[in-house]
């Protein structure tokens, strides 16, 4: 039995040499395929964080890009406003003029008229009697007009109000207006 023993021997050896063969080849394998996977996870961990970066620096940009549009709007609406209550201050300076110098205003402007004998003279309520006191060549209406002056000569209207003047030269005096304000 002895050489049964031999050979049950040599064959269980050689079945150990194998497995430890077997084993050590499949653990190179396992090893291999193990840092190729990992070689290919890194690379797509880095191009997924070179896309995140890219998106994140997009995100970032298009946010900034954002707040300084809002930012620039959040300006040009308060200039908006100032220049609003610049005209708006015009307007109530105007209709608060001195009885005076709505007089001086008013014979300036009415120089400058072709005025026709059948026009009449729309005033403020609180300028009619030195306006009638001034015997100016045109008749007077009893109905007035909030400020400035207007004229009715056959069936046009001439509009002098302050309002109306400063609104309809407010796009030519606008930005003269922003440049001494924001300069």
């Known amino acids: ?41 890194n690379k797509k961990a880095e191009k997924l964080l070179n896309k995140a970066s890219i998106e994140a620096k997009d995100v970032i940009e298009k946010t900034l890009s954002s707040a300084n549009l809002e930012a620039r709007d959040i300006v040009l609406d308060a200039k908006e406003k100032v220049v609003d209550r610049v005209f708006s201050l015009a307007i109530k300076e105007l209709e608060n003029l001195s009885t005076e110098d709505y007089i001086k205003y008013l014979k300036e402007k009415l120089k400058n008229i072709n005025i026709k004998d059948d026009a009449v003279l729309f ?17 007077v209406s009893d109905e007035t007009v909030e400020s400035g ?10 509009n002098n109000e302050f309002s109306s003047l400063v609104n309809a030269n407010k796009g030519d005096l606008e930005f003269e207006v922003v440049e001494k304000l924001f300069n």
């Open 149 to 158: 002056f207007s004229i009715l000569s056959g069936k046009v209207m001439y």
């Open 123 to 139: 005033v403020p309520e609180k300028y009619k009697d030195a306006v009638l006191s001034e015997n100016l060549n045109i008749k």
């Open 1 to 41: 039995m002895s050489n049964l023993e031999n050979i049950t021997e040599k064959i269980i050896n050689d079945a150990e040499k194998e497995s430890v063969e077997l084993v050590k080849n499949a653990e190179e394998k396992a090893k291999t395929i193990i840092e190729k996977e990992e070689l290919e996870a």
